[in-house]
């Protein structure tokens, strides 16, 4: 017999709008999840099964791309990607400073340089800055689409185009967005997508997936995640284990059939937050062309660290992605940045602040933060 526990018991305790709230999701489609995870439990095949397959059938199709490779994680897609590409030590790879940890993790771990370029008002890295960070051993871009908002595709490609470079689009953020009509994980050589539990359409754990219009791409990547195996006996180079597996995959192929539902969901909810509090804070916006999804309804707020103590107070629950850029955490010590490399990122920094976004979000439990966000500038809390 299956023990359920009620949604609202798995909520961290003190919050009363949670940043999200994954169990009530769930529990919305749970029928759904059961039958397909019994699908597999059934099936007697775990790993690399039929499950997969039609997950990443699925996902390409999404992308509008011809292949896509279920991985372990979101940076194990990265890492593998980039050695699919072939990059290697004395490499240098392009990408923005305000991202999480593994965008410039799995370049280093490909015993490649992480070199940062300063980001736009748009908080997505700067076709400007981006092309002046080019040396003569830069092999490839990585842009990310951060917080969902598809970043400069077109002027990227051109520059990339122009340099001989690879794009290699951090997609972990931002699956379901478009720009000009056109799906983010369509524009790169490849594009890595996480299915971690904070993403739009994640994995009861870890996940990840490649997307690719690239045959050999595939066939590398389809190996590196398995051990470097052509065939079971048959180790073409060494590797490690990095698949998706099949229990996850089943359930996100249910999710995926939910995903356009969140997104409109997401995207009236951000809307809502921008009629409120536009006149209190910088909310985000969206460029000519963009679709953007809200994996993170992120505004920029003076006084942040007062606002988000304030709305903590009050039971709400807003965090920041991230406080401390890559350029500066200890792991890039030996980089040569420093406070002043990239005055974007740095303001950025100090004003970002992550509100609760979340499918099934209550237009109370909204108005919650909307009118504790108001009184907190009204009063100058
Ligand atoms: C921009 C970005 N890249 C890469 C990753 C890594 O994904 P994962 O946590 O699935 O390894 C994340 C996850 O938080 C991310 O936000």
């Known amino acids: 017999m299956l023990v359920t526990t009620p949604p609202e018991l798995n909520r961290r305790p003190g919050f009363q709008v949670p940043y999200s709230d994954l169990a009530a999701q769930a529990a919305a489609i749970k029928d759904e999840l059961m039958t397909a995870f019994e699908t597999v439990l059934d099936s007697g095949r775990y790993i690399l099964g039929p499950q997969v397959a039609a997950f990443e059938r699925e996902f ?23 050695r699919g590409l072939g990059v290697r030590a004395g490499d240098e790879v392009i990408t923005a400073p305000n991202s999480f940890a593994a965008s410039a993790a799995a370049i280093a771990l490909v015993g490649a340089r992480p070199v940062f370029a300063d980001i736009g008002p748009d908080l997505n890295i700067d076709p400007e800055a981006l092309e002046m960070a080019i040396t003569p051993r830069t092999r490839g871009i990585i842009p990310i689409h951060f917080t969902g908002r598809p970043a400069r595709m077109p002027e990227i490609l051109e520059i990339a185009e122009r340099y001989n470079l690879f794009v290699l689009e951090d997609a972990a953020q931002a699956v379901g967005a478009q720009l000009h009509g056109r799906p983010v994980g369509s524009w790169g050589r490849a594009a890595c997508f996480s299915m971690h539990p904070l993403k739009n359409l994640h994995a009861f754990g870890d996940g990840g997936i490649v997307t690719t219009r690239d045959s050999v791409l595939v066939q590398q990547l389809t190996r590196a995640r398995n051990h ?154």
Do not use: K
């Open 60 to 82: 390409a199709f999404c992308c509008n791309v011809g292949f896509a490779v279920g991985v372990g994680s979101g940076t194990c897609a990265l890492h593998l990607a980039l």
């Open 228 to 381: 470097g195996l052509r065939t079971r006996d048959d180790c073409q180079f060494w590797s490690y284990n990095s698949r998706l597996d099949e229990v996850q995959a089943a359930l996100l192929r249910v999710q995926l059939r939910h995903l356009d539902q969140w997104t409109e969901e997401r995207r009236r909810l951000a809307f809502r937050y921008n009629e409120h509090l536009a006149r209190h804070v910088e909310v985000p916006t969206e460029g000519v062309g963009e679709y953007c999804v809200y994996q993170t309804y992120m505004i920029q707020a003076d006084r942040r660290d007062a606002l988000q103590r304030c709305l903590t107070d009050r039971g709400i629950e807003a965090l920041v992605h991230y406080p401390t850029p890559l350029h500066l955490q200890p792991a890039a010590g030996t980089l040569g940045y420093n406070a002043h490399s990239f005055p974007q990122t740095l303001r950025a920094a100090d004003r970002i602040l992550s509100l609760p976004l979340y499918p099934g979000m209550t237009d109370a439990q909204q108005d919650q933060v909307i009118e504790s966000i108001e009184r907190f500038y009204r009063r100058g809390d």
